[in-house]
């Protein structure tokens, strides 16, 4: 087909066909990244993350994962809330209250790849949505799709943060795009946000960021984080919240939006009670599966340390209490989350006197 020029038109047109909202087309070669990603993990920062201190020299390079690889497609879909969207509670952070954005996704790209083949016969490529060791954002940023914000996610002009990425690594000869300009003032509005202190000069430590400690984390969560962690259950909003970029942000993609409501609609004590098979049946279909019934648990009693004064404090304490005997291991955790709840209880009967 035509010149490179005409055939990454004609690529571009497709995936805007397919249901992306942004594609950029970076090279298959090395990605600049400045050493960051290196010093990065060479500071212990990805936390208890191995996969990402494996293969660097592959995440940096595209094309040691497919052969023949000339170009990335690197595509993008929106995520904001719209209008009566479901509200988070018990604590989800917005990616989680969908449908599974890792199939969403992942089908779109086989349709396309299918349209690709039609469109060059040549065509060889891969598709990879959180499946391979990329360095999506770095990719992102070359193919002009947004920069990477101070809270290191990606930005993107007219959406925002709330954007999940995607790339398909190709033999196409296509032409790359200018890589974005950087997009932040240097407000530090995601930085003041954090509750735990996660981000600084250095980039995002992965070792007090909530949404690793939720989500990656399988063991026990540092005590000293317990109380800032609030009655988040799955992930953070904190620092996309606080960016002046997602201000305005239109709807994100109606089909990962959509969905049940998220866990089912279960309370925070519902959660407590919950045996493995009620956690399977709940997260099925949703990106919140990704913490284990264990690892639910786990946040859902720090999550009820923090909810005093709320209206479901007292059946909280119900539920720590039952679930102490069943999951001794959380013990101290919960005889905490149980202390900070009677505290605020016997605080309110002495003002009461």
């Not at 719209?82 to 449908?99: K, V």
């Not at 599966?289 to 059946?315: H, Y």
Request: aromatic share 6%; hydrophobic share 40%.
């Amino acid at each position: 087909m035509g010149s490179a020029d005409e055939l990454t038109r004609r690529v571009k047109e497709l995936a805007g066909q397919a249901g992306f909202a942004r594609v950029g087309i970076a090279a298959a070669g090395a990605v600049d990244d400045g050493g960051r990603f290196r010093r990065w993990v060479g500071r212990g920062m990805h936390a208890s993350m191995g996969y990402l201190a494996r293969n660097v020299e592959k995440r940096l390079r595209p094309d040691r994962l497919v052969d023949g690889a000339r170009s990335v497609i690197c595509l993008a879909a929106g995520y904001a809330p719209g209008e009566g969207d479901p509200n988070g509670e018990p604590g989800l952070a917005r990616y989680a209250r969908g449908r599974d954005y890792h199939k969403v996704l992942k089908r779109r790209c086989r349709a396309l790849i299918g349209r690709l083949r039609r469109l060059e016969a040549t065509f060889e490529g891969r598709a990879f949505v959180d499946s391979a060791p990329l360095l999506e954002r770095g990719l992102a940023r070359a193919a002009g799709i947004g920069w990477i914000g101070r809270n290191r996610c990606l930005t993107v002009a007219g959406l925002g943060s709330y954007v999940f990425l995607c790339e398909i690594v190709s033999n196409l000869p296509l032409t790359p795009d200018r890589p974005s300009a950087e997009g932040c003032d240097g407000c530090g509005a995601c930085v003041a946000a954090c509750p735990t202190g996660a981000l600084g000069e250095a980039g995002l430590d992965a070792r007090r960021c909530v949404s690793y400690l939720t989500v990656e984390h399988a063991g026990a969560i540092d005590a000293e984080l317990w109380p800032r962690m609030g009655r988040r259950l799955i992930g953070c909003d904190a620092c996309q919240e606080a960016c002046p970029h997602n201000r305005g942000a239109p709807p994100g993609d109606p089909e990962l939006r959509a969905g049940e409501a998220p866990l089912g609609g279960a309370s925070l004590a519902d959660v407590l009670e919950w045996s493995e098979p009620d956690w399977d049946l709940a997260t099925r279909g949703s990106a919140a599966r990704r913490a284990s019934w264990a690892m639910m648990l786990r946040n859902a009693v720090i999550a009820a340390g923090n909810s005093a004064g709320r209206d479901d404090a007292p059946a909280l304490q119900t539920a720590l209490k039952r679930l102490r005997a069943r999951r001794p291991e959380l013990a101290g955790a919960i005889d905490w989350a149980i202390d900070r709840l009677s505290a605020d209880t016997r605080g309110v009967q002495c003002f009461a006197r």
